[in-house]
């Protein structure tokens, strides 16, 4: 494989292949830690979006899932805290971090992790339109209106998992408004987007905290809902451990998402408050990703939760209302306010999706057009290029076989990053860090590294038999857009500013990478551990 530093040059000087100043205006430094927060909470607002998925196999036993995920995510991030503090000039988040150690060495590798945390939180935007369109749809067209049941069926993909299809449906079309609407605030710069998030966060998540809040204290919540504590298999057996595997891969691809509070590093008016908007993000993830799932399950048990309509997420909302009060006026307020929860989700995944595509586009791993930002310091064409992907996935008749896919790029994303941060430490010892973490928390971080790959290889496939092997082809349709933007647009080089961060004080370029086996073991045992899982569920059992 090739290196980063000694086959090819670090800084691209020449003219050719300098983007003009209107197509690469920096991003603005705008956010306090706190408004950092609010951007960030869109993540448990995630929880409603696969709540349905992850109890379809888990039965009473999803809260473990639930719980086991959001805990590894949260401790994750205290790797992700440190590498993100090593890249003030960078956005995109860990992914973004997490790649310059192995760009440094391997570039065909390194443009894996961002391009996988791309299309591991693409699909959240049309996701949560959709379920935004089926709420409202749910609450004022009756189930059996023409309105409700008229779709057009544009393509059949019933080759790649029963009943898949691409359609034009009202809820499509209800779904493409929101999306327009959220495209527009986005636009707008992240100050105004953070004001925005905030009146949401108020709107969406404070009325989910009272929702599970309200039947522990009048007396709704029942803990024989949890008996017997066993997935939908019937047992913890190998299948139902088969089913944990799978369910905490797919929490996982929510309940991991405090660490988007590390995107905005270069938006930040102090990069050193990153820590403070990561931890505080991660202890608020801890507790709705425990208690929604705990109090949904307490309070209508595993039969409801065993519904179609939960199974999709579209009667999510309806449900959650029906837990605190059967007044129909009172629960139709509720699912509106829940409406602005998935759309505080769809923000979020938004934001942090178009900062990913613009810092490749400015590292010279992903189109250079991606690398332009407006006026208001909004990554515009990564945005407007988001909405076009985003509108051609609204069209996917079954969103969880789409998420089980892209969660399995999620967790190798987190795969890289985690083995990103402890290559970072051998290779950039130097590197001013406004956070450290102590040796034996990076020795947990990296073995949650290989504990990932495993949950790739035992979990993937229980959402299906193609989820596995498309993931991996989609993880690496990366390399190829890398390849001919570095070869053939960029001539070999990279763009002026792509290591500036990884440049010790008192040089003026990166130094030579030390040569390690480290990097090319950490690829093997991940390949193992992902097979170990893969063999033990799938071959074995």
Same mark, same amino acid.
């Given at each position: ?44 607002? *995630? ?8 109890? @379809? ?6 809260? =473990? ?7 590894? /995510?949260?401790? !994750? ?48 935007? #049309? ?19 023409? *309105? ?6 544009? =393509? ?22 929101? &999306? ?16 925005? !998030?905030? %009146? ?27 008996? #017997?504590?066993? #997935? ?23 309940? +991991? ?39 949904? !399950? ?6 409801? &939760? ?15 209302? @029906?837990?605190?009060? @059967? ?22 995944? &938004? ?6 595509? +613009? ?31 985003? *509108? %051609? =996935? ?10 089980? %896919? ?64 498309? /993931? ?6 990366? &390399? ?19 290591? !500036? ?32 899982? +893969?063999?033990?569920? +799938?071959?074995?059992?």
């Amino acid at each position: 494989m090739e290196s980063g530093i000694k086959a090819e040059p670090l800084v691209n000087t020449g003219e050719s292949n300098a983007a003009p100043e209107s197509q690469e205006t920096e991003m603005a430094r705008t956010l306090s830690w706190k408004q950092v927060v609010f951007l960030a909470l869109g993540a448990p607002a *995630l929880v409603l979006f696969n709540m349905g998925g992850v109890s @379809s196999v888990m039965g009473a036993a999803a809260p =473990l899932a639930w719980a086991l995920s959001v805990i590894i /995510g949260v401790v !994750q991030c205290v790797a992700y805290v440190e590498i993100a503090g090593m890249h003030p000039s960078k956005t995109g988040g860990i992914s973004v971090y997490g790649a310059t150690a192995w760009m440094w060495r391997y570039p065909s590798i390194g443009v894996i992790p961002p391009w996988s945390h791309w299309v591991a939180w693409i699909p959240i935007l #049309p996701i949560g339109v959709a379920l935004a369109a089926s709420y409202l749809m749910n609450l004022f067209i009756p189930a059996d209106s023409i *309105l409700a049941t008229w779709q057009i069926t544009l =393509l059949d993909l019933g080759f790649i998992q029963d009943g898949l299809t691409l359609r034009i449906s009202l809820r499509f079309i209800i779904a493409a408004l929101l &999306m327009v609407v959220i495209v527009i605030i986005q636009i707008g710069g992240v100050a105004s987007s953070a004001k925005t !998030q905030i %009146i949401m966060s108020l709107c969406g998540i404070v009325p989910l905290l009272v929702i599970v809040i309200v039947p522990l204290l009048t007396g709704g919540f029942h803990l024989q809902n949890f008996n #017997p504590f066993v #997935p939908v298999s019937g047992a913890w057996d190998g299948i139902g451990l088969r089913a944990f595997f799978g369910a905490v891969l797919l929490a996982a691809w929510a309940s +991991y998402g405090s660490e988007t509070a590390a995107c905005y590093m270069c938006e930040m008016k102090r990069p050193s408050d990153a820590p403070k908007a990561v931890f505080v993000s991660g202890g608020i993830a801890i507790v709705l990703f425990i208690l929604v799932p705990v109090v949904f !399950q307490g309070c209508l048990g595993t039969e409801y &939760m065993l519904r179609p309509d939960i199974n999709s997420g579209e009667g999510v909302g309806a449900a959650l209302a @029906s837990m605190v009060s @059967s007044n129909p006026v009172f629960c139709g307020v509720v699912v509106v306010m829940l409406v602005f929860t998935l759309m505080l989700g769809s923000m979020t995944a &938004m934001a942090d999706t178009a900062r990913t595509l +613009y810092q490749g586009g400015k590292d010279g791993t992903l189109p250079k057009f991606l690398a332009h930002a407006n006026k208001n310091g909004s990554p515009s064409a990564a945005i407007w290029f988001n909405f076009v992907v985003d *509108l %051609i =996935l609204l069209l996917f008749s079954d969103y969880l076989f789409l998420l089980a %896919i892209t969660a399995m790029n999620y967790i190798l994303c987190h795969f890289f990053v985690l083995t990103g941060a402890w290559i970072h430490r051998m290779d950039n010892p130097d590197i001013e860090r406004p956070y450290k973490i102590s040796d034996n928390m990076l020795t947990v971080c990296v073995l949650l590294a290989f504990f990932n790959m495993f949950l790739v290889g035992a979990g993937s496939n229980v959402w299906g038999s193609y989820v596995l092997p498309l /993931g991996i082809v989609l993880a690496l349709v990366g &390399m190829p857009l890398y390849w001919f933007r570095h070869y053939v647009v960029d001539k070999g080089q990279f763009p002026e500013g792509t290591w !500036q961060d990884l440049i010790p004080k008192g040089l003026t370029e990166p130094p030579e990478v030390p040569g390690s086996i480290i990097p090319k073991v950490c690829i093997c045992l991940g390949i193992v551990f992902m097979l170990i899982g +893969y063999i033990a569920f +799938y071959v074995m059992l």
